[in-house]
């Protein structure tokens, strides 16, 4: 942390009028040295710029992530892809849209009452249904004792 510091003193110091504007956001910046410069890391944004001192100010060019837009700077990507992404926004807030209205009319669906034509089976139906599954249980379990008698007619067992 203290060699953190003592480059960002370092830095300031070279890069002269530059510096003071950077130095009211002490701490957002991380700086490591390199053998071309001073590579510089946006704690906040991500992006990483190599920063030469040229002249006694210190130059920043972007390099990986450094185009990649914050909040406030949509202005930094081509027209183009600005289109592109506000096209695609449009499409996602449409999708939203009709998802969360079949969302509504499937809680409507599961909320109203049974469809008029499904009715509940009478008791005499529901009997005469258990009488049917009773008989066929009760065949199951004669056929299972029939296996397990032994059967001296077929010979021995195996």
Known sequence: MRVAQIMIVAALALAGVAGVAAAA?????????????LARLDTATGAVALCRSVDG????????G???????EAGALPDTELGDLRRRLDRLESRNLELEALVARLEAQT???????????????????????????????????SLEEPNDRRGVPL
């Open 25 to 37: 956001e002490i701490g957002r910046y991380a700086w490591s040295q390199t053998p071309d410069g």
């Open 57 to 64: 100010t210190l130059e920043c060019t972007g390099g990986v």
């Open 66 to 72: 450094a185009s990649s837009p914050t909040d406030g």
């Open 111 to 145: 909320n109203s009452p049974p469809a008029a034509g499904l009715t509940l089976p009478s008791e005499q139906e529901v009997d005469k249904m258990m009488g049917f599954f009773e008989g066929t249980l009760k065949r199951f379990r004669d056929m299972m004792k």
